[in-house]
């Protein structure tokens, strides 16, 4: 059995619940693949719109963590992934993190690193960060944000600080690197090369 396993936790009470969390759809994977685990913690995506496409067809882990993603548009798209070839052997691996109480915006978590061609790169947005009116709305919702991104806890708090802040492939040259934002001022629209690891 391929399925990923969900598990919730008192959780996805708005008004669509958890949406297509943890949805892969039957015709992508092969029979040997695996697919991470989709855990959301208790009280977490309890808005309007609440989880929304966070897993869709990502290969990897997800996990929301405790009152994260509350805000009207909860967590939206994020992490959505493009087609990665029928029955594909080798899938690209990625995970995504949702820190305790982040993205409680009124856009929450929106577009954060969806793309419509990519696969590659991880999420992990920390405690407390993007908690505001447009949170982090389009944050790498750019198929040239191949990077891993890491979102520091309590960052990108005041309105649209962190929107459309990664476009491209913020460390260039290499498939492996892990882009921070934890100064929008620094670190968003043009890529800080201190920011990479």
């Given at each position: 059995?391929?399925?990923?396993?969900?598990?919730?936790?008192?959780?996805?009470?708005?008004?669509?619940?958890?949406?297509?969390?943890?949805?892969?759809?039957?015709?992508?994977?092969?029979?040997?693949?695996?697919?991470?685990?989709?855990?959301?913690?208790?009280?977490?995506?309890?808005?309007?719109?609440?989880?929304?496409?966070?897993?869709?067809?990502?290969?990897?882990?997800?996990?929301?963590?405790?009152?994260?993603?509350?805000?009207?548009?909860?967590?939206?798209?994020?992490?959505?992934?493009?087609?990665?070839?029928?029955?594909?052997?080798?899938?690209?691996?990625?995970?995504?993190?949702?820190?305790?109480?982040?993205?409680?915006?009124?856009?929450?978590?929106?577009?954060?690193?969806?793309?419509?061609?990519?696969?590659?790169?991880?999420?992990?947005?920390?405690?407390?960060?993007?908690?505001?009116t447009s949170s982090c709305d389009g944050v790498a919702n750019s198929d040239a944000a191949v990077?891993?991104?890491?979102?520091?806890?309590?960052?990108?708090?005041?309105?649209?600080?962190?929107?459309?802040?990664?476009?491209?492939?913020?460390?260039?040259?290499?498939?492996?690197?892990?882009?921070?934002?934890?100064?929008?001022?620094?670190?968003?629209?043009?890529?800080?090369?201190?920011?990479?690891?």
């Amino acid at each position: 059995d391929i399925a990923p396993k969900a598990m919730v936790f008192n959780s996805c009470t708005g008004e669509n619940s958890c949406n297509n969390f943890g949805q892969f759809d039957p015709y992508r994977p092969h029979s040997t693949s695996v697919i991470g685990n989709k855990i959301i913690g208790p009280n977490a995506c309890t808005a309007t719109s609440s989880c929304q496409n966070l897993g869709k067809n990502i290969y990897g882990a997800i996990r929301v963590q405790a009152g994260a993603c509350s805000g009207l548009g909860s967590c939206m798209d994020l992490g959505r992934r493009s087609n990665q070839g029928k029955r594909v052997l080798s899938p690209v691996i990625a995970d995504i993190i949702i820190g305790d109480n982040a993205c409680q915006g009124q856009n929450a978590c929106k577009n954060a690193h969806r793309g419509d061609s990519k696969n590659l790169g991880s999420l992990f947005i920390g405690d407390s960060a993007c908690a505001s009116t447009s949170s982090c709305d389009g944050v790498a919702n750019s198929d040239a944000a191949v990077d891993d991104l890491v979102i520091a806890p309590g960052t990108c708090i005041s309105t649209s600080s962190c929107q459309n802040c990664v476009d491209t492939d913020m460390c260039p040259g290499s498939t492996a690197s892990t882009y921070t934002i934890d100064n929008p001022t620094t670190d968003c629209s043009t890529p800080n090369p201190a920011a990479c690891s």
